[in-house]
Nanobody
C-alpha cells in the first residue's frame, strides 16, 4: 500500500509559477512510475507528466517546455509549473504505480489539489 499527499496548489495569475509536491508513504520502494494528472471541469482526466525511478520523464504536449517533473528522493516528486495559462486550471492529482510479485501492478492516487490560473 502507498499513501500520497499533494501540496502546493493555489491561485496564480497567468504567466506565474507554482510548484506541486507529492509525498508518498508506505511501501515506497515498490513505486516504479510517479506521475501528475489533472482534470478540468467537464473534461476527462489527463496525464500531465510522469517520471520513472530510472529518471525517464515524459510530458503532455500542452505543458512541454513549461512544466518540469522531478524526483528529489524516493518518496517525493514535484511538478514545477511555469508560464501558467488559464487553460492549466484544474485539479491536479499525483499518482504512483507500483510493481509487485509476478509483475502485478497497482495505481495509487492522492486526494488532488486545485490549481487556478486567472487571466
Amino acid at each position: 500500500q502507498v499513501q500520497l499527499v499533494e501540496s502546493g496548489g493555489g491561485l496564480v495569475q497567468a504567466g506565474g509559477s507554482l510548484r506541486l509536491s507529492c509525498a508518498a508513504s508506505g511501501n515506497i520502494f515498490s513505486i516504479t512510475v510517479m506521475a501528475w494528472y489533472r482534470q478540468a471541469p467537464g473534461k476527462q482526466r489527463e496525464l500531465v507528466a510522469a517520471v520513472t525511478t530510472t529518471g525517464s520523464a515524459n510530458y503532455a504536449d500542452a505543458v512541454k517546455g513549461r512544466f518540469t517533473i522531478s524526483r528529489p528522493n524516493a518518496k517525493t516528486w514535484n511538478l514545477q509549473m511555469n508560464s501558467l495559462k488559464p487553460e492549466d486550471t484544474a485539479v491536479y492529482s499525483c499518482s504512483a504505480q507500483t510493481s509487485g510479485p509476478g509483475g502485478a501492478r497497482n495505481d495509487y492516487w492522492g486526494q488532488g489539489t486545485q490549481v487556478t490560473v486567472s487571466s
